[in-house]
């Protein structure tokens, strides 16, 4: 019986031996790839080892691919046909896992770790145990030399484990923190496509940490967004966009009648305000002439010499009254200029109260500057009012005034070759010069006003009191100044509205496929290839394991034991007993 079974166990081993394993290739069994990174503690890659995963239903022989200094495998001790890239596994039904450790490595990221104490950056070598203010730096972009689309394909989820023992006032923006045992753990997600600039900043004390982890996935989620509904939201910014270029346009159009009409009014303020010089002193000389004749009529006693006298007032009157009328002959054409100036000012001010009205319609920021300038424009207003009332006034009094001098003529006349017989016409005449001065009086006052309204608004406008005068030299913005830069400000403002209007055109339309754009990066079907090989085929999956070394204090080195004495023989022998 036992020779039976002898023979049956060597003539299974022969069948074994004669039938072959059924050879596959890579492609015919499904394949995963846990691709294992070491970091150096500044993040530099040291080494990549891939574990390769192999679902077989049935004993079947492998042929995979990769160029790698060395592999093994992790299913039995068996040693693996590897030549020129190309491993040969004999395995039975099953998983099968074999590593292999890659000979030029190149991740699709490259990460860079940095540390600062205090301020100053430190070697992660010289920071073990070390205490103060500490901030960990780290960044994660594209590696060019990668092949393939990982970088675009697959996300990243960086993890920071702090020491809470030794970290206090932990900061880290961006991060998902969670409390595991004593540890605080920061999670960050880094989306495919994107890079990372991480930092985290903590209070330490004899500081010590876990090596920083990084694990890449592909980024495949069954996701459903209602984009529509979400770019819906987009239209009423798009209208506010529009009634902002709407009212910026006014604003504009408003300050450019605003800066026209100024600048004519400040051109007519420059005429009006130098002709007031020559109308003041003309009226003045008048009043003068009136108030030395009505002196002389108050002291007439007829005879010669008062005769000759108030002949010589009265033609010093006539001088004076010739000087008034040249003066007043301008009178007429001022008061055309101001009441056009006027209608030109009231135009401008107007456009700048339509620009405010419509920027405030629009939901513009403050308007409260331009506010600021219409109610000093409205202040004018009332120094344009006061100067034509005085012109208006003026004119009424000058007529009078010019009937009354008629008069005061025929009277000097008859008075001048008849003033024996005149005895009789002198309370005429007195009277008639008497309502000449009070005439006189009111014109000049009113003059007065008017040149007054005029220099007022002139230096609103910053033009100087006398033309002539020489410049001071000091800068001061005036009205004028504020009309230009609110000008130049409001065309600005309104190409920047026409550009942002032009910018926000078809929003919805462009932010619905940025999105649906975003959404493709990480969700539907994504074709998985092999990170060792374009060569294998059928991979189902691929993942990163990228680990950077922990931080730690060296052990103390531990004393080398002492050798035991070498017992004696009777020692020995007594052990024995």
């Not at 006034?393 to 008075?415: F, K, N, R, V, Y």
């Amino acid at each position: 019986m036992r020779k039976l079974h002898v023979y049956l166990a060597a003539a299974l081993a022969a069948v074994m031996v004669l039938t072959p394993a059924q050879a596959l290739a890579a492609g015919d069994v499904p394949k995963e790839e846990v691709v294992y990174a070491a970091l150096t503690p500044e993040g530099a890659l040291d080494t990549v080892d891939v574990v390769n995963i192999f679902d077989l239903a049935e004993a079947a022989q492998i042929t995979d691919h990769g160029d790698y200094a060395s592999v093994r495998s992790m299913t039995t001790t068996d040693q693996i046909d590897y030549d020129g890239g190309t491993a040969v596994i004999d395995a039975g039904p099953g998983r099968l896992y074999y590593e292999g450790r890659m000979t030029d490595p190149a991740l699709p990221w490259l990460v860079s770790l940095t540390y600062e104490l205090g301020g100053e950056e430190i070697a992660p070598a010289d920071l073990a145990g070390q205490s103060g203010e500490l901030a960990i730096h780290l960044t994660v972009e594209k590696d060019p030399d990668c092949p393939g689309t990982f970088f675009e394909d697959y996300g990243l989820q960086a993890v920071i484990t702090l020491d809470t023992a030794r970290c206090r006032n932990i900061d880290a923006p961006g991060a998902t923190a969670a409390n595991v045992g004593g540890d605080k753990q920061l999670t960050y997600t880094i989306l495919p496509g994107a890079g990372a600039d991480i930092t985290v900043t903590a209070d330490v004390t004899g500081f010590e940490m876990d090596g920083v982890a990084l694990n890449g996935v592909l980024m495949a989620m069954d996701l459903s967004l209602d984009t529509e509904g979400m770019t819906e939201e987009l239209t009423p910014l798009t209208g506010a966009v529009a009634e902002l270029d709407t009212g910026a346009s006014d604003l504009a159009s408003g300050a450019a009648d605003l800066a026209s009409g100024a600048a004519e009014l400040q051109t007519g303020l420059a005429g009006l305000n130098g002709q007031t010089a020559a109308l003041t002193e003309g009226s003045a000389a008048l009043l003068t002439g009136l108030q030395q004749l009505q002196a002389g009529l108050a002291g007439v006693t007829f005879t010669q010499e008062d005769a000759d006298a108030l002949t010589a007032s009265a033609a010093s009157l006539q001088t004076a009254a010739a000087s008034l009328a040249e003066g007043l002959g301008t009178v007429g054409a001022m008061a055309e200029s101001l009441t056009a100036l006027q209608t030109g000012y009231t135009t401008a001010a107007g456009g700048l109260r339509t620009a405010i009205d419509a920027m405030n319609a629009a939901g513009l920021p403050s308007t409260e500057p331009l506010e600021t300038v219409w109610q000093g424009l409205d202040a004018c207003n009332g120094q344009f009012a006061q100067a034509l009332a005085g012109l208006t006034g003026m004119g009424d009094t000058a007529a009078q005034l010019q009937t009354g001098m008629t008069e005061l003529a025929a009277s000097l006349g008859t008075l001048a070759t008849e003033l024996p017989g005149m005895v009789g016409a002198l309370p005429q005449l007195t009277g008639s010069v008497d309502a000449l001065v009070e005439a006189g009086t009111t014109l000049d006052a009113g003059i007065q006003a008017y040149a007054a309204g005029v220099t007022a608004v002139a230096e609103g406008f910053g033009l100087p009191e006398d033309p002539e005068a020489p410049e001071s030299g000091e800068e001061k913005t005036t009205l004028m100044d504020g009309v230009t830069q609110l000008n130049d400000g409001a065309a600005a403002l309104s190409e920047g509205a026409t550009a942002l209007a032009e910018g926000t055109e078809g929003l919805e339309d462009t932010v619905k496929e940025k999105i649906d754009g975003m959404l493709a990066a990480v969700s539907g079907d994504v074709d998985v290839t092999s990170f060792v090989s374009p060569e294998n085929e059928n991979v189902t999956a691929v993942q990163f394991v990228i680990t950077a070394p922990a931080i730690r204090v060296p052990a103390p080195e531990e004393p080398e034991p002492t050798p035991a004495p070498e017992r004696t023989f009777w020692q020995k022998l007594t052990d024995l007993f």
